[in-house]
């Protein structure tokens, strides 16, 4: 039978003959019955379908320009130079015989997230070099290994290729042989010619690890540019960790500051006089007199061996209120692949002090306020609402000091920042965080004739916990006025940070177990601190203070202020 003429066209019915049967037309013959003919099938132009089945034929051969393909049964089978292309769409084509290719052959499989084309050889398979021919439909996911033939009676020799078409970005693909299989396998590859930074290494590393245990992947993750591996990362998560820290940070120095409104002294009464001189702040005990009268009794007291009069401890209470905030801009590091992150806080404190001794004082405060954080370049912004509270101590022993103190802080945080894979989606994530943080100091006040001047060290800790979730982030110088004391203070130091490099671990929720760690922008290890402040303290036991302080490095620039009221009886 010459299919020539019969191009183009679907035979249903079963051919029954001794003859054999000829394509030589370019399209495509579909045979869907159960033909019993027993001469040879020759394909030599067009595409032959076998839907149905001709086993019974001798011996089918494809030469060049003709192609077999189908979801049916055929014999014996030769691929010399033409084309085998099994299945109608994805499908299997069932070789009950030999199968044979020569080198000039192509072997074209369809692949699909899910499947390929497949060739069963009941028989042997000889490969012959043919080269393999991958056209990759669409879809949501793709597998790490597709089996494209299989050979009851052994496989001989490879083919080679494969030529793709339509392969997934970051993907390439690879044959493999056994016995009696060979395959068409894909490995995920973000290795690109100018390179990953280490963020964007380990999202690539989790997800390739990912596709090689588990054998499949979602082609969006797969599909992932740099910048695309960057936004999936999360890094917006480390932007409340420095919020954090700088929140905790400035609490504490409220609480801790010695020099704030009035907790420098000893407790002692602030009887007011008609000079300032006669107040205890200059050493004299005020007793309402006129300054010649002070002055001839302290001369008096000399001769006659008298001690002088000094302060009454009276102010055991205290309580105050003050005002913080402040911003700090740490810059991304293009190695790491951080991004430049900025940080706000803002809060009010209210506390008591108990003084125990003139020497001694107990004090507990409760602040209330919020943070705000962005990561630059559009990966996204978070804030928090933020409740504090902790406890100090202090203790003089002459001219030095010692206080210490512990804080707990609790945050409600929010997170929003776009994702651009696998189309645009917006992520939300809102969890509640909790922090402890912790400070000892000492120092020793050293008296000058024009200020007093006390080095001092420190040590402090903060302990943040951010909980799994899931998106859907010195000295001072004092001026005397009547019945009052104008204080300005200045103070700078030297901080070393241990732990300086921000980091989350992160999970992606539809693939299970594929985690990775993201750094955020780093703060460097040694940071020059700077303090001013000026403070108003009235006989009658109020007092006010404004601090400005900042933290720089060739990496931050950190600016903070409070402003504090205080009462004392």
């Known amino acids: ?24 037309n370019a399209d495509t013959l579909t045979l869907s019955g159960s033909n019993t003919y027993t001469g040879t099938t020759t394909v030599n132009a067009g595409t032959l379908s076998v839907n149905g089945s001709i086993v019974s034929s001798s011996l089918t051969t494809v030469n060049a320009g003709g192609t077999l393909g189908g979801n049916g049964i055929v014999g014996n089978t030769t ?17 009950a015989g030999n199968l044979v290719l020569t080198a000039a052959s192509t072997y074209m499989v369809e692949v699909s997230p899910t499947a390929s084309d497949f060739t069963h050889v009941t028989g042997s398979a000889t490969l012959g070099g043919a080269t393999v021919a991958a056209q990759f439909a669409p879809g949501a996911y793709v597998a790490k290994r597709y089996t494209i033939l299989t050979a009851d009676g052994g496989v001989s020799g490879t083919f080679s290729g494969p030529v793709n078409t339509n392969l997934p970005t970051n993907f390439k693909s690879s044959l493999a042989h056994d016995g009696n299989n060979a395959y068409l396998d894909l490995t995920l590859d973000f290795v690109l010619p100018s390179g990953l930074n280490r963020n964007q290494q380990a999202v690539a590393t ?14 969006a993750f797969g599909a992932l540019s740099p910048q695309g591996l960057t936004q999936v990362s999360g890094e917006l998560g480390t932007g409340t960790q420095q919020a954090t820290f700088n929140a905790m940070n400035l609490f504490m120095g409220v609480m801790t500051d010695p020099f704030m409104a009035g907790r420098g002294g000893d407790g002692a009464s602030f009887i007011p006089t008609a000079y300032a001189d006669d107040t205890t702040a200059l050493g004299y005990a005020a007793n309402g007199k006129t300054r010649s009268a002070s002055e001839r009794d302290a001369y008096a007291a000399i001769y006659r061996k008298a001690p002088p009069l000094a302060p009454t401890f009276g102010q055991r209470w205290s309580v105050w209120a003050a005002g913080f905030g ?38 507990f405060a409760m602040a209330g306020g919020g943070t705000q954080f962005r990561v630059d370049n559009g990966f996204g912004t978070g804030r928090s609402d933020l409740f504090q509270v902790g406890v100090d101590a202090r203790h003089r022993i002459g001219n030095a000091y010692f206080s210490g103190a512990l804080a707990y802080g609790w945050q409600n945080v929010t997170t929003d920042r776009i994702v651009m894979a696998n189309g645009i989606e917006r992520l939300r994530a809102n969890f509640n965080a909790n922090a402890f943080s912790g400070r000892l ?11 007093g001047i006390t080095p001092y060290a420190a040590g402090q800790f903060t302990s943040y916990d951010l909980p799994a979730y899931a998106e859907q982030g010195g000295g001072g110088n004092l001026f005397a006025l009547t019945d009052a004391i104008f204080t300005l203070r200045g103070r700078a130091a030297w901080a070393h940070n241990f732990g300086t490099n921000p980091s989350i671990s992160a999970t992606f929720q539809s693939l299970p177990g594929a985690s990775f760690v993201v750094n955020g922008a780093a703060q460097p290890a040694n940071v020059a601190l700077v303090t001013a402040a000026a403070e108003m303290s009235w006989a009658n036991g109020f007092a006010v203070a404004g601090t400005f302080e900042g933290e720089f490095a060739n990496t931050v620039e950190s600016y903070a202020g409070k402003a504090v009221l205080r009462y004392s009886w």
């Open 79 to 95: 691929i010399n130079g033409g084309t085998l292309s099994p299945g109608n769409s994805i499908g299997t084509l069932t070789v």
């Open 206 to 219: 989790t997800l390739t690890n990912f596709f090689n245990s588990t054998g499949e992947t979602p082609l």
């Open 326 to 363: 402040g911003s700090q801009t740490t810059d991304g590091n293009s190695v790491v692949g951080s991004n430049t992150a900025t940080s706000s806080v803002y809060g009010g404190v209210v506390g008591a002090d108990y003084r125990v001794s003139p020497d001694t004082m107990f004090g």
């Open 1 to 24: 039978m010459n299919a020539q003429d019969n191009a183009g066209t679907t035979v249903a019915n079963a051919i029954t003959s001794n003859g054999g049967l000829i394509q030589n």
């Open 441 to 451: 100091e000492g120092g020793y006040r050293i008296a000058t004739p024009l200020a």
